[in-house]
């Protein structure tokens, strides 16, 4: 809940996971929480940021006011920097997720499975990925 949204609640980090089951297939879903930095959509990543002094900073990006603001993590938006555009040599896109690895390891086998038919079946607890297979 810090980082994605679900039926109306939690963070704005990543993406609303509401309607994940209609956007991606199981194995896709799987893949995106075992190897968040596989692919990361524009929406939600980062940038890394070469400045004329040879310094580099990673963050999301935008340009305000004349000048690129790089948020280093976006559940803290206020540690951020401001630099002028004057002063970017290169911007190009950031490899790394802001999502880290390993999320699934703190679960056992049954709450991985219960964590992926709660996605699945958007919260609905009547859904078919609740029900035991024979």
């Not at 939600?44 to 900073?57: I, K, M």
């Not at 993590?73 to 390993?102: C, I």
């Not at 991985?112 to 078919?128: C, F, N, R, T, W």
């Amino acid at each position: 809940f810090a980082c994605h949204r679900f039926a109306g609640l939690g963070g704005g980090v990543g993406p609303d996971l509401t309607t994940s089951s209609s956007r991606f297939s199981f194995r896709d879903l799987v893949e995106n929480i075992v190897e968040p930095s596989k692919v990361i959509s524009d929406q939600y990543g980062s940038e890394q940021v070469l400045l004329a002094d040879n310094s580099t900073l990673i963050g999301r990006t935008y340009v305000e006011n004349g000048k690129l603001v790089v948020v280093y993590d976006p559940r803290n938006p206020d540690e951020k920097a401001v630099v002028e555009l004057s002063t970017v040599k290169q911007r190009q896109p950031y490899p790394v997720s802001f999502m880290p690895t390993g999320l699934l390891n703190a679960l056992n086998p049954s709450e991985v499975l219960d964590l992926l038919a709660y996605i699945q079946s958007a919260g609905d607890p009547k859904h078919a990925a609740f029900k035991p297979k024979p």
